[in-house]
């Protein structure tokens, strides 16, 4: 495991995971990585939630060069937040990974996309690993979001509703893995469970039958009544896979 900023010492109450890639197609590249941080700490964030947070960026590139080139974005644009240790910026060494390619087709998918979404989900293993013991509970995101206005206290508003009663994951949008809350817990076997399965589906569907496997089957009850993250990025991190 490598770290490319020094790391915390005390637990905070909530860690936000933030994967992020260069996406280039036909010679263009989209990024949506400053906004989404823009939008996290100055609108959906108070001075008061700046104490109790941690955002861990994972650069998920790999390519050197491209990994090198959102650092320095984050530095020229965020420095003063590294240096308050309130963004982690990670990433994972090439032999973290199983084997990415030559996989056994599933789900109608061609190679490239077996290859991204298998990819994506050790991404996101290697996050939860990282994440483990860092708060109380953990949040992921993406990194092309608009984050809604006081987010992060409506996200702890629902965490006391939920107080003394069941739930495996509490939803803050309905899009995929993104505003998907889990604690600190639960996410080493999470973790565990996206490894096993890294290559079978997308990430988003192992968390379901995850849950269901352990009779925790989401509903309204553990949904937020409002989005709270609002994707906006036209640009798949898919393409050129």
Known sequence: MRFLFSAISASVFLTIGIPTVQRTFQN?????????????ITNGSSEEDLKNILIVVFLADTEESARISVKQELRSNFGKYLDMNLI???????????????????LGDGPDRMYWRSKQAMDYV??????????QYYLHLEDDLVV???????????IDLRAGKQWGILEFSKWGFIGKLIRDSDLRLIGRYLEKFYNEMPCDWLLNIYLRSRGEINGKSNSWTKELFRHVGHQSSSLGT
């Open 28 to 40: 263009k590249t989209e990024s949506y990585l400053v906004a989404t941080l823009n939008s996290l």
């Open 88 to 106: 982690h910026v990670i990433s994972a060494p090439s032999s973290f990974y199983p084997r990415l390619k030559g996989l056994k087709l599933t």
């Open 126 to 135: 290697f996050m939860f690993y990282y994440s483990q013991g860092l708060a």
């Open 148 to 158: 809604m206005p006081n987010a992060l206290s409506q996200i702890r508003e629902f």
